[in-house]
């Protein structure tokens, strides 16, 4: 009892309680017919389902797809949501020139958008673009906030050492955004998840949505369910990776961790 107690009490096992405890609801749920097993596939059968899809490389395919389509348009957003976000956080000329007709177009939902990227970029420059439009006003507006968030004394003191503008946003404005375009890029990410599977749901061959969207229309809850948990896998691990790199990056700043 000791032995199993020291197990739980293990940091790196305390993240599977969660999920096992679901895991266990959900077949018990079946199991006293809480759930309607007709329409909903058992542990069991989705693992078979998981392995199934392995094998004949299909998982691998869909994933490949999305996951190329995620990069591309993450990387395109995010990029020019970040360079667009310093240029405007500097500069009260360019916020006052381009801001009001960002904050117009943001609130407008992205499903709105999706007729009209598809006339422009066609069907498959569509996914790409949805992505792309909801990472890069993340990314803006986080940048934005980062530059403006800076202690002004600071800049003070730069100018009074007679640092140049290039200066300035290198040694004093862009580390103390950096913190917030971070945040801001787990946010994208997140965010690209979801429109890159609403995309591929509703134009697309292929793809983790296109799966997803497939299997539920031909009653195949199992491989449904496969594909939402490789989606949330992938999203885990592209999290993870963007928090390794802001702990590399931030390795100067000293924030409270939790006890």
């Not at 381009?98 to 498959?124: E, K, Q, R, S």
Request: proline content about 4%.
């Amino acid at each position: 009892m000791r032995r199993i107690f020291l197990i739980i009490q293990s940091r790196q096992l305390q993240g599977l309680f969660l999920p096992i405890a679901m895991v266990l609801l959900w077949e018990l749920s079946l199991r006293l017919s809480w759930l309607p097993a007709s329409l909903i596939a058992p542990p069991s059968s989705v693992m078979s389902a998981f392995v199934a899809l392995i094998k004949n490389g299909d998982l691998w395919l869909h994933t490949l797809v999305s996951v190329r389509r995620l990069a591309v348009g993450f990387s395109l957003g995010c990029v020019s949501g970040i360079i667009m976000g310093l240029a405007i956080g500097l500069s009260k000329q360019l916020e006052r020139f381009f801001m009001p007709t960002f904050l117009l177009l943001a609130p407008i939902p992205i499903i709105a958008w999706i007729p009209l990227f598809i006339i422009v970029f066609g069907i498959d420059g569509a996914r790409f673009a949805i992505v792309a439009f909801g990472s890069f006003f993340i990314l803006l507006f986080g940048s934005v906030e980062g530059i403006r968030s800076t202690d002004d004394d600071l800049v003070d003191m730069a100018r009074m050492y007679g640092k140049s503008q290039s200066e300035l946003m290198k040694c004093v404005l862009f580390p103390s955004a950096t913190p917030n375009i971070f945040q801001s890029l787990r946010t994208a990410m997140a965010m690209s998840w979801i429109l890159l599977i609403m995309a591929e749901i509703i134009a697309s061959s292929s793809g983790l949505g296109w799966l997803l969207w497939d299997s539920r229309n031909f009653g195949r809850s199992d491989d449904m369910i496969v594909a939402m948990i490789t989606i949330g896998l992938l999203g885990k691990l592209a999290d993870s990776f963007i928090v390794f790199l802001s702990k590399r990056a931030l390795w100067w700043r000293k924030t409270f961790v939790g006890q």
